[in-house]
Structure formats: C-alpha cells, structure tokens
T-cell receptor, first 114, second 110 residues
C-alpha cells in the first residue's frame, strides 16, 4: 500500500508490563525508521533498518527496547518492563533510500504507561 | 532538538500569508524538510529542499533557504483554517537521520 500502517493506534500498559508496536512500511521501501515523540513535541530517533538488517540503533535504550524487521512480517518495536517515561507517541517511517527525498510517516501509536 | 530551532507559535488571519522560520546549526545538512502535524495525526511531508537550492515553490508553499545564515523558511500563501497545525522543520545530514525542531503551532483566525 501507499501508506505506512501502524498498529495499534493506542496502547495502555501498566508500569512493568510489555508493550509491542507494529509497523508495515510502504511496499518497496527498503528503509524503516522509528521515532519517539514525547510531550513537548520533541522527536527522538530510535532505530533504523535496511530491509531486515539494523542500520543504526544509536538511539535505542538497549536495556528494555528491542526492534525487528523480518521478511514478510510487519516491523515491530518492543518495550520490556515499561516505565512511566516511555509514554509517548511512537512513529514509524519508511523510505526508498537512506537519505533525501523525504520519509513517509505512519500515524503513530500512542503508548500510555500508567 | 537543539540543532534545529523554530519559534513556537504563529497566529495568522485567514487569507493572509504565513511565514514560519527555522534555523539549523549543521552546515553539512543535505536536505531540509517541512512536515505538518494535525492533532492526533502523523507527520505529513509538505515539501523538502536540497541544500544546493535556495528556493522551491509548490502551489501555495514557498521554501526559502539561506545556506550562509543556516535559515529556512516556509511561506504559506492565502492561509486557510485547514492550515492550522504544528509545522516541523527537519534536517538530515550525511547520516540521513532526521533532526526535528520543536514545531511551530500555527493558528488561523477568521
């Protein structure tokens, strides 16, 4: 399809629970990016993939966050043992190339940790 | 992010032009972008400009880039109520990751 599909739209988890977010990139796009948008509109880069390979994971809090992009499956971002500060909107974006031309963003998953 | 700065708010009358300004610090920025975010929605790419250009026009949108001053602006002509949103300036460098400004909330009043 021509849109980046993220599911679920909203997710509520108790502190300490696991959260798993999904992203289906646009068909034909080789690059997938995850960003976290916190309350003051600040965007933080988390991780990127080139096909199923991790391209850049410098933004990932590695202790509790993990991500995968497997062939023929939606990409996923998983947070083990969620904390209150993980509450944010998580955006996925996909791109045909790793630079330039703009990225297509999904509509985001709003994670609320209570 | 601290590398990209924008004013936080802009109020404009319907039918007037809006100008949103952005400054960035990294001279190695290769592409500069404008994204629009409506409440509860994702980011919509409005336009982008390559760093060797100084102007790009697309219907009601005009992007101006002053590379010497590291200043980017977005002009929206004939602003409509549907243009009310948060507008994000972003840049990418050789490492392609996007760095976003904090967003400018544009309010269009009748």
């Amino acid at each position: 399809g021509e849109e980046v599909a993220q599911t679920p739209k909203h997710l509520v988890r108790g502190e300490g629970q696991k959260a798993k977010l999904y992203c289906a990139p646009i068909k034909g796009h080789s690059y997938v990016f995850w960003y976290q948008q916190v309350l003051k509109n600040e965007f933080k880069f988390l991780i990127s993939f080139q096909n199923e390979n991790v391209f850049d994971e410098t933004g990932m809090p590695k202790e509790r966050f993990s991500a995968k992009c497997l062939p023929n499956s939606p990409c996923s971002l998983e947070i083990q043992a969620t904390k209150l500060e993980d509450s944010a909107v998580y955006f996925c974006a996909s791109s045909q190339s790793d630079r330039g031309g703009g990225y297509t963003f999904g509509s985001g998953t709003r994670l609320t940790v209570v | 992010g601290e590398d990209v700065e924008q004013s936080l708010f802009l109020s404009v009358r319907e039918g007037d032009s809006s100008v949103i300004n952005c400054t960035y610090t990294d001279s190695s920025s290769t592409y500069l972008y404008w994204y629009k975010q409506e409440p509860g929605a994702g980011l919509q790419l409005l336009t982008y400009i390559f760093s060797n250009m100084d102007m790009k026009q697309d219907q009601r949108l005009t992007v101006l880039l002053n590379k010497k001053d590291k200043h980017l602006s977005l002009r929206i002509a004939d602003t409509q109520t549907g243009d009310s949103a948060i507008y994000f300036c972003a840049e990418s460098r050789g490492d392609y990751k996007l760095s976003f400004g904090a967003g400018t909330t544009v309010t269009v009043r009748a």
